[in-house]
């Protein structure tokens, strides 16, 4: 006897790609052998086209973030799982809901999926997809630290064990922010090569806030979750990779405007992950102190 477990795929847009969003939604809808809903948000934006009964839609007055965004969708959803789909990406197969409901149902300790994303062009990939330091072969699975905030599947309780995403954030690192709060609470965060999600590859660099919100997201991400000696020692650590990598004026310069905007502004609500949880994600190759 199968388990109903019912879906509900959050779709953020700010309205300008309809073409690309009805490909989503129905890649969602298309799945089989489970019950879904989508939560269409529209970010400071009209949410164009005719849905169906099962797709649910959000409408917020001004851009809010894709945090913030989010957790709207989710206080609309009902589903013991959400799952996170950007509005130009779609699912390859119709039964990657039943393997996720799987997966989580034969698992209770399993928080979070992370989905395998794919170039629908053909390419490699990109490194920054696979959730992991050791990131050169995409198609092996593991247990892992974060996730992508766009292509994932997390049970509601975790979300809420979470409290969401922190919406000051905007954008960056919003996703590993709950992932720790995730570990904290005993659950594991998986990436899945076998659960696959199309994608156009594109640079985060694009953004033109990129460098600023990711610097500050970073010292508030470091500020809000870990313990004091190792807050100092993962900022130190990111300082002299951000250097090393970058080396640009015209990028070091956001980066430690936002870097200094991160201890100078309030970071929310400090909720430091326990050492046990420290050394948890030690021994699953990724130390909280990169």
């Excluded at 973030?65 to 589903?79: D, F, K, Y």
Aim: hydrophobic share 40%; with cysteine.
């Amino acid at each position: 006897m199968e388990t109903r477990v019912k879906l509900s795929v959050v779709v953020l847009t700010m309205g300008n790609r309809p073409a690309e969003l009805e490909r989503a939604v129905k890649s969602a809808l298309n799945q089989k052998y489970v019950d879904v809903e989508v939560v269409l948000v529209g970010n400071g934006a009209d949410v164009p086209g005719s849905w169906p009964e099962n797709v649910k839609v959000v409408r917020l007055p001004e851009n809010v973030g894709i945090p913030a965004g989010r957790n709207r969708g989710v206080e609309a959803s009902s589903g013991e799982l959400i799952l996170f789909l950007d509005d130009d990406g779609w699912y390859e197969s119709p039964e990657l809901g039943a393997r996720l409901r799987d997966r989580f149902t034969e698992d209770p300790s399993l928080g979070i999926v992370s989905f395998r994303v794919r170039d629908p062009e053909g390419g490699p990939g990109e490194r920054r997809h696979v959730p992991r330091l050791r990131a050169g072969d995409p198609l092996r699975s593991s247990e892992v630290t974060t996730f992508l905030g766009g292509a994932c599947a997390m049970r509601r309780a975790v979300f809420d064990a979470a409290a969401g995403l922190p919406e000051d954030f905007f954008y960056a690192h919003e996703e590993t922010d709950l992932a720790w709060q995730a570990l904290n609470a005993g659950y594991r965060i998986v990436y899945d090569a076998e659960s696959v999600m199309f994608h156009p590859a594109v640079a985060p660099t694009r953004h033109e806030m990129f460098y600023r919100l990711n610097a500050r997201n970073r010292v508030w991400l470091a500020r809000r979750n870990l313990p004091w000696p190792l807050l100092f020692v993962y900022l130190g650590v990111w300082v002299a990779m951000t250097v090393a990598r970058e080396r640009k004026p015209a990028s070091l310069r956001p980066w430690f405007s936002g870097f200094l905007e991160g201890w100078r502004k309030p970071a929310g609500r400090r909720r430091p992950i326990s050492w046990r949880t420290a050394w948890r994600m030690t021994r699953l190759g990724r130390p909280p102190v990169i």
